[in-house]
């Protein structure tokens, strides 16, 4: 079954402006990783953020993390066109195989 | 570092065909996963293995799908006999271990007629 549930299920931004991508997810994690997928393409993995942790960075990605709120956001500031791509967050449970969302389309338009 | 690999990219069969489907993962990964992604929605699990052990298989459709991992290393996931809903792309990935960050391959593209 599907946990993390992404939205907005589709955003369209120009270049230069931050895109923000919210998921939820609704049983406990232990870890819980952003992926960008573009159209007809394998999974590239973007970041992992544990648990434990709050907030991670990676270049122009910012994800937070809040597990009070089984909540997760995934921030790309300064976008690109080679953003474009479908943005999923996916949840691990107890053997740690992942629960993807149906994902993000995002379009970044020059 | 190699990534993981897979083959064949597509593959087009009539329904009640069997299809088989290869992976290699990224050397020295214990934890290889089987996913199905079909159009529109995210990847779902099929199965998932540590070393040559399945660990997770509770979504795998047993009387048409099996997967085997020998040695601990390469996989094969077959269907038999396919249906029409088994359109779909089948990604492989593979993690150092359990916990830790899964990297996919490129997908296989199958199309059922």
């Known amino acids: 079954s599907q946990q993390g549930e992404e939205d907005p299920q589709a955003l369209s931004i120009q270049e230069g402006e931050n895109a923000t991508m919210n998921c939820s997810y609704k049983?406990?994690?232990?870890?819980l990783q952003w992926y960008r997928q573009n159209s007809g393409r394998g999974l590239v993995h973007l970041i992992l953020i544990r648990s434990n942790e709050r907030e991670k960075h990676s270049g122009r990605l910012r994800v937070t993390l809040d597990t009070s709120k089984k909540s997760s956001s995934l921030l790309i500031t300064a976008s690109r066109a080679a953003d474009t791509a479908s943005y999923f967050c996916a949840t691990d449970g107890a053997g740690y195989a992942l629960n993807f969302g149906k994902g993000t389309s995002l379009l970044v338009t020059p | 570092e190699a990534g993981v690999a897979q083959s064949p990219r597509y593959k087009i069969i009539e329904k009640r065909q069997s299809v088989a489907f290869w992976c290699n993962p990224i050397s020295g990964h214990a934890t290889l996963y089987w996913y199905q992604q079909i159009l529109g929605q995210g990847p779902k699990l099929l199965i998932q293995f540590q070393n040559n052990g399945v660990v997770d298989d509770s979504q795998l459709p047993k009387d048409r799908f099996s997967a085997e991992r020998l040695k601990g290393v390469d996989s094969t996931l077959k269907i038999q006999p396919a249906k029409l809903e088994d359109s779909a792309v089948y990604l492989c990935?593979?993690?150092?271990?359990?916990?830790?960050?899964?990297?996919f391959g490129p997908g296989t593209r199958l199309l059922v007629l």
């Open positions: 049983t406990s994690i232990n870890n």
């Open positions: 990935a593979s993690s150092l271990d359990l916990g830790e960050t899964q990297y």
